[in-house]
C-alpha cells in the first residue's frame, strides 16, 4: 500500500520536473548560502587561532615597553637575572610583490607553541637564515625568495625568521616584545625592579582579533540568514503549491481508503528524501561559493583588521553536518504548514482556485497580526535595545514585519487598481492579478527582503563612501608622509625638512588600556592643519586652544561612542592621570580606540618614544620627495605621497565591502529564482484561468504579454514597498549596527541613481523569470490550452 | 448567408497505432438564424469538428468559413479576432472566468466586442434566472447556474454564430432541458445560428437540423 502510494505520489514530479528542480533547487541554495558563509566564518575563526597560537598570545605572558620597543639591555637583564623570556620582533616590509608582517623569534628560548611546525631539523635551516611563510604568502611574495621555505603552520601575511634575521631586514636593533616562559624558577629577582618601564600582559589578553573581527562575523552570518530565509521561502511554496495541486489526488487516495496517517507519513518521507538530496547538492554548492568568495573575505579582513586569514578553504566534517542539519529542519519549517493543512484538510475540501483565496484570507489576517507584533517589537528595540544582538534583531523584525504586510498592501493596491480600471481586459487583469497574490505572495514577499536588503546595504555603503571621502580629504592633509627607521634617522630627517617645508607633524603613540579598551595614545603637534581641518563631533568651546593647553584630550568616534562619554567627561589616561573630554573626531576603518594628547604632555608622559612618521606639508611636494631620496637618500618605501595615502585608505575602503555586495548580488538573484519557480509553478495551474480568455478571442500572444506585464507590475509594485523599508534599514544600519560594531555613526545620504540600477536589475531578474513561463504560453499555447476543454472530451 | 461553412474538412491525430482520421472531409452548412444539432457516439469527432469550427484547432485539409471570413486564411491572431467578434463558445465547463464575479462575467465577452448593453444583459439575466446571483464568483455557483451564466454571457455578445459542446453534459436532465429551453429560445430571439453538440437524441430532436457523425463523416441523423 504504502509503495502504490508513494509511487502515486511522485508521479506528480514526474510530471512536473522543473517544479521538482525548483523545489530542490530553492533548498540547495538556502543550504548552500547559509553553509557557505559558516564556512567563512568558520576558516577565519581558526586562522586566528594559528595567528594567536604562533605568537603564543593565548598562553603565554608578554612583557611590552609602551613605546612598542624593548631594547636588547632590557632582554639582557632579564636573562642574566635567570628569567626564562624569549625576544620576539614585529615589524611590516615589503618583501617581494607583497606586503608581509615579519615576525622573529629565537627557537630556542621561545615558549612551545611558537613556530610549532619547525621540526628538528628546520631548526638549523633557520639559524642559517631561512624564513617559513604560508605556501599563499610565498605565491603572494613571488619567485625572488630563496631563502622562504613553505610552512602551513604560520598564518598567511606572515614571515616567521629568526630574531636576528628580524633586525637585519627591518634595520633595527630593538625588539617588539619578550614572552615570559610559563614556568620560571623559584627565587628571582621581582620583574619590577629589574625593568620597571616594562609592562606585564598578562596571557589571554591583546588576543584581540577574534573579538575586534566578531561584529564582522556577525554581519556575515545575518547575511547567511537572509539569503536562507529567501531560500525557504522558495521551499514553502513549491511545496506548499504541490500540495495544493495534488490535493485531488489525495481526496481520491483516501477516497480509496488510505488511512491519513499513511497519507501523511508518505509525504513526509518525500520531504526529507528531497531534504537530503538538496542539502548534499547544497552543501558541495556552499563549499563552492566559499571557496569563490574567501579571497575577498581574507583581504577583507586584512584590510579591516589586520587578521591574517588564508585565502583558500579548508573542508571541515561537522561543518557538513551542520549544514545539512539546516537544510533539515528548514524544510520541517517549510513543509510543516502544508502537511499540517493535509491533516486538517476535509475529504471533500473543493479544488477551487478561490477556496484557496478564502483560505489564504484567514491566513492574510494571522500574517498582519504577526506584522504588527513584530513592528511593536521593533519599535521598543528601537527605542530601548542596546548591543549588536538587539541591533540585528531589530534589523530582522522591520525586516520581517515589513514582508509581512507585502500581501496586504499588493491586495489592496490591486483592488483600486481594479475599482480604477476602465475596459474588460484591464479589470480581468488587476482582478486576476489579485486572485493569484497568494500563490505569487511567497516569492514577492522574497524579491522584497531581497530589495529593501539590497536598498539599505547599498545606501548604508554608499553613505559610508561618501562620508568617508569627504573624511579623507580632510584627514590627509599633509602632501608627503616620510616613515625614519630609526631615532637617529628621525632627528636627521628632522634636521634636513626643517627649512624645506611649511609644517612637521611627528607621529608618535603608544599602546594602551582605555575605559578598559585596547587603545592607542597619539601625539598632536599644536599646527593650522589640525585646527583648519579636522572635523570634530560635540567639541567643547576653544577645544584646540585647550588642547595645545595639555588641559585634555581628544577621543576618537569609537571610544567616544562605545565608552558613552560626553564632552567634559574625565578620562583615566595611563600614566598622564585622568583627562577631560575636549570632543571626539570620526576615525573610520581603525577597529582600535584612540585618544590624542598634545605633544608637549605626550613627551612628558612618554619620553623617547619613537618617532613612527613625519606629516609633511610642503609647496611642492615632488620637489620635496625627489630631494628626500637624491639628497637625503631616503628610500621610496619610506615616502608615501597624498595621492597614494588616499588611494590605500579607499582601497581598503572598497575591500571591506567586496564581501556584502557579493552576498547582496546572491540574495537577490535567489528572489529572481523564487519568482521564478512560483510563476513556473503557477503557470500550469492558470490554464484553466486562461482558456475562456483564447475562447473569447484573445491569441497566446496576448496572454503571454499579459502574464509578462503581471509579473512586470507586481514586482514594480514590491520595487515601490522596498523602497522605505530599504531606507529604514538602512537607518538602522547605519545609526545603530555601524554603532554597535564600528563605533562610528554617518549620516544617511540619498542615492536615486543606484535605486534606478537596482530597480533596472530587478526589472530584469523578474522579466528572465517571467519569460519562460510566458514564452511557453505564446509558442504552445493552443496544445495547452485546448487540453483544458478536452478535459471534457 | 451561411453563419457557418465547412468545406470537405480533415482531421487526424498521431495516435500509437499510427495516424488516426478523425475527420474524413466533413462538408456542412449552417444559415443564418438557423439551430442545427450533431449527434455521434463518444470519440467519434464532435468536438473536434466544434474546435476547429471555432478555430481553436486547425484542419489538415478543407475550408471553413465563418459568415464571409475563411477561418482557414486567418493567423492565430485573426482567428482570435474573428471568435471575438463572430463566434460564441460554451464548453461543458471551464467557461466563466473565475476571477470575475457573475455580472463582470455576463458583460466580459460583449465589451470586448464592443457591443456592450446593459440593458440587455439585465434582460438575459433575468431570463436566465441569474440575476440574484451578480455579485457571486463562479466557484459559488452550482453547475446549472454556471451553464446559465456561460449561456448569458456568450448571447450578451450578440455573435452571428453559438457553438455549443454539451452545455448541459454535466447536468441532471430537468435541469439541462431548462438551460437548453432557454438556449434555443434566445439564439432564436437574437437570431442566432446555433450549431448545438449533443448526446442526447432528444434534445438534438428539437433543433431544425440533425447530423450524425460516423466514421468521421457526417449523416443525416436517424
Ligand atoms: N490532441 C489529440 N491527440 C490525439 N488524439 C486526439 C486529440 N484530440 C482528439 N483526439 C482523438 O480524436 C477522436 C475524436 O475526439 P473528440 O473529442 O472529437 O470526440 P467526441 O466526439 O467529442 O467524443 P465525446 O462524445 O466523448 O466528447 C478521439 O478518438 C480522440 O481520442
Ligand atoms: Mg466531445
Not at chain 1, 520581517?400 to 489592496?412: G, M, S
Not at chain 1, 535605486?755 to 533596472?760: I, V
Not at chain 1, 519562460?772 to 509558442?779: E, I, S, Y
Not at chain 2, 448569458?152 to 431548462?178: H, I, K, N, Q, S
Request: hydrophobic share 50%.
Amino acid at each position: 500500500m504504502i509503495r502504490a502510494t508513494l509511487s502515486a505520489l511522485l508521479s506528480h514530479w514526474v510530471r512536473n520536473k522543473l517544479q521538482l528542480a525548483m523545489l530542490l533547487a530553492g533548498l540547495a541554495l538556502a543550504t548552500a548560502l547559509w553553509s557557505g558563509v559558516q564556512a567563512l566564518n568558520t576558516e577565519a575563526r581558526s586562522a586566528y587561532a594559528t595567528a594567536e597560537a604562533l605568537l603564543s598570545e593565548g598562553e603565554t605572558a608578554r612583557l611590552e615597553h609602551r613605546s612598542g620597543q624593548v631594547s636588547l639591555s632590557d632582554f639582557l637583564t632579564l636573562r642574566q637575572a635567570g628569567w626564562l623570556v624569549s625576544p620576539i620582533l614585529e615589524g611590516r616590509l615589503t618583501l617581494g610583490e607583497a606586503r608581509v608582517t615579519l615576525i622573529g623569534i629565537e627557537p630556542l628560548t621561545a615558549p612551545p607553541g611558537a613556530g610549532p611546525a619547525l621540526a628538528a631539523e628546520d631548526l638549523s635551516r633557520f639559524f642559517a637564515g631561512h624564513g617559513f611563510a604560508h605556501p599563499q604568502t610565498l605565491r603572494e611574495i613571488g619567485p625572488h625568495t630563496p631563502d622562504l621555505q613553505s610552512s602551513e603552520a604560520v598564518p598567511v601575511g606572515t614571515v616567521l625568521v629568526d630574531i636576528g634575521t628580524a633586525q637585519r631586514l627591518l634595520e633595527t636593533d630593538q625588539l617588539s616584545a619578550l614572552t615570559l616562559g610559563q614556568t620560571q624558577p623559584e627565587g628571582l629577582r621581582p620583574l619590577e625592579t629589574l625593568t620597571p618601564d616594562l609592562r606585564l600582559i598578562p596571557p589571554g589578553e591583546g588576543a584581540e582579533l577574534a573579538g575586534l573581527t566578531d561584529s564582522f562575523h556577525l554581519n556575515l552570518t545575518a547575511f547567511g540568514l537572509l539569503a536562507f530565509a529567501v531560500g525557504l521561502f522558495i521551499v514553502h511554496s513549491a511545496v506548499g503549491l504541490a500540495f495544493e495541486q495534488r490535493r485531488a489526488m489525495f481526496r481520491t487516495l483516501r477516497a480509496l481508503g488510505l488511512p491519513l496517517r499513511h497519507l501523511t507519513a508518505c509525504l513526509a518521507a518525500e520531504l526529507l528524501v528531497f531534504a537530503l538530496v538538496a542539502g548534499t547538492i547544497g552543501l558541495v554548492l556552499g563549499y563552492a561559493l566559499a571557496t569563490l568568495l574567501m579571497p575577498d573575505v581574507a583581504l577583507t579582513l586584512r584590510g579591516l583588521y589586520g587578521a591574517p586569514v588564508p585565502g583558500a578553504l579548508a573542508f571541515n566534517p561537522l561543518w557538513a553536518l551542520a549544514g545539512l542539519a539546516m537544510a533539515l529542519g528548514g524544510t520541517a519549517l517549510a513543509g510543516a504548514q502544508a502537511l499540517w493543512r493535509l491533516w486538517r484538510l476535509p475529504l471533500l475540501a473543493p479544488a477551487q482556485p478561490r477556496a484557496w483565496a478564502h483560505a489564504s484570507a484567514r491566513g492574510l489576517r494571522l500574517q498582519t497580526g504577526l506584522a504588527a507584533a513584530l513592528a511593536l517589537l521593533a519599535m521598543f528595540l528601537a527605542l530601548r535595545g542596546t548591543g549588536l544582538v538587539a541591533g540585528f534583531t531589530l534589523l530582522a523584525a522591520v525586516l520581517l514585519a515589513a514582508a509581512l504586510t507585502v500581501p496586504l498592501v499588493l491586495t489592496v493596491l490591486l483592488r483600486l487598481a481594479e475599482r480604477a480600471a476602465r475596459g474588460p481586459l484591464t479589470e480581468w487583469f488587476w482582478a486576476d492579478s489579485r486572485q493569484n497574490l497568494p500563490r505569487l505572495s511567497l516569492a514577492l514577499m522574497a524579491l522584497m527582503l531581497a530589495l529593501a536588503a539590497n536598498i539599505g546595504v547599498g545606501t548604508m555603503v554608499a553613505s559610508f563612501r561618501a562620508t568617508f571621502i569627504d573624511w579623507l580629504d580632510l584627514r590627509l592633509v599633509a602632501e608627503v608622509n616620510v616613515m625614519p627607521r630609526s631615532a637617529e634617522e628621525a632627528s636627521a630627517l628632522r634636521a634636513f625638512l626643517t627649512p624645506r617645508t611649511e609644517g612637521i607633524l611627528p607621529m608618535q603613540r603608544v599602546d594602551a588600556q582605555l575605559a578598559s579598551q585596547p587603545a592607542q595614545i597619539y601625539a598632536m603637534k599644536d599646527h593650522a592643519t589640525f585646527r583648519d581641518n579636522w572635523p570634530l563631533i560635540d567639541p567643547v568651546p576653544g577645544v584646540w586652544d585647550r588642547l595645545a593647553a595639555g588641559e585634555g584630550v581628544l577621543v576618537n568616534e569609537q571610544l567616544y561612542r562605545r565608552a558613552g562619554l560626553l564632552a567634559g567627561d574625565m578620562l583615566d589616561i595611563p600614566q598622564a592621570g585622568s583627562l577631560p573630554v575636549l570632543g571626539a573626531y570620526p576615525d573610520y576603518g581603525n577597529p582600535l580606540a584612540q585618544a590624542v594628547l598634545a605633544l608637549p604632555l605626550f613627551n612628558e608622559v612618554w619620553p623617547e618614544t619613537p618617532i613612527r612618521q613625519f606629516a609633511v606639508r610642503t609647496d611642492n611636494a615632488t620637489e620635496l620627495i625627489a630631494a628626500l631620496q637624491d639628497d637625503f637618500g631616503l628610500s621610496p618605501a619610506q615616502i608615501t605621497d597624498q595621492a597614494q595615502a588616499k588611494e590605500i585608505s579607499l582601497a581598503i575602503f572598497e575591500r571591506t565591502f567586496l564581501i556584502t555586495r557579493a552576498l547582496n548580488v546572491l540574495t537577490l538573484s535567489v528572489a529572481a529564482l523564487a519568482l521564478f519557480a512560483a510563476l513556473v509553478t503557477l503557470a500550469g495551474m492558470r490554464l484553466a484561468q486562461l482558456a475562456p480568455l483564447w475562447a473569447l478571442g484573445l491569441t497566446p500572444r496576448q496572454l503571454a504579454g499579459l502574464e509578462l506585464t503581471r509579473a512586470l507590475v507586481l514586482g514594480a509594485l514590491t520595487m515601490l514597498l522596498a523602497l522605505p523599508v530599504g531606507l529604514m534599514l538602512a537607518q538602522v544600519l547605519l545609526a545603530v549596527i555601524n554603532v554597535q560594531a564600528f563605533g562610528w555613526r554617518l549620516p544617511m545620504q540619498i542615492f536615486p541613481d543606484d535605486w534606478a540600477r537596482l530597480g533596472l536589475w530587478a526589472a530584469l531578474a523578474i522579466l528572465a523569470a517571467a519569460s519562460l513561463p510566458a514564452l511557453r504560453l505564446w509558442r504552445h499555447g493552443p496544445a495547452q490550452l485546448l487540453r483544458v476543454f478536452a478535459a471534457e472530451r | 448567408m451561411n453563419a457557418l461553412t465547412l468545406v470537405s474538412v480533415s482531421k487526424s491525430f498521431p495516435s500509437a497505432e499510427g495516424r488516426v482520421e478523425v475527420l474524413r472531409g466533413v462538408s456542412l452548412t449552417v444559415p443564418q438564424g438557423s439551430a442545427h444539432a450533431l449527434t455521434g457516439e463518444s470519440g467519434s469527432g464532435k468536438s473536434t469538428l466544434l474546435h476547429i469550427a471555432a478555430g481553436l484547432e486547425l484542419a489538415d485539409a478543407g475550408r471553413v468559413l465563418i459568415g464571409e471570413s475563411d477561418l482557414t486564411a486567418a493567423d492565430e491572431a485573426g482567428r482570435a479576432a474573428l471568435r471575438r467578434g463572430q463566434v460564441g463558445l460554451i464548453f461543458q465547463q471551464f467557461n466563466l472566468i473565475p476571477s470575475l464575479t457573475v455580472a463582470a462575467n455576463l458583460g466580459f465577452q460583449a465589451r470586448l466586442a464592443a457591443r456592450h448593453d446593459a440593458g440587455f444583459i439585465t434582460h438575459l439575466a433575468e431570463r436566465l434566472g441569474v440575476a440574484d446571483l451578480m455579485t457571486r464568483y463562479p466557484e459559488q455557483l452550482s453547475g446549472g447556474q454556471q451553464q446559465r451564466v456561460a449561456i448569458g454571457r456568450c448571447l450578451a455578445a450578440r455573435p452571428a454564430l453559438v457553438l455549443a459542446d454539451e452545455p448541459t453534459g454535466a447536468l441532471d436532465e430537468a435541469t439541462g432541458d431548462r438551460v437548453l429551453d432557454l438556449m434555443l429560445d434566445l439564439t432564436a430571439e437574437t437570431g442566432a445560428a446555433l450549431l448545438l453538440v449533443t448526446h442526447s437524441p432528444r434534445l438534438a430532436a428539437r433543433c431544425g437540423t440533425r447530423h450524425h457523425l460516423r466514421a468521421g463523416q457526417l449523416e443525416q441523423a436517424p
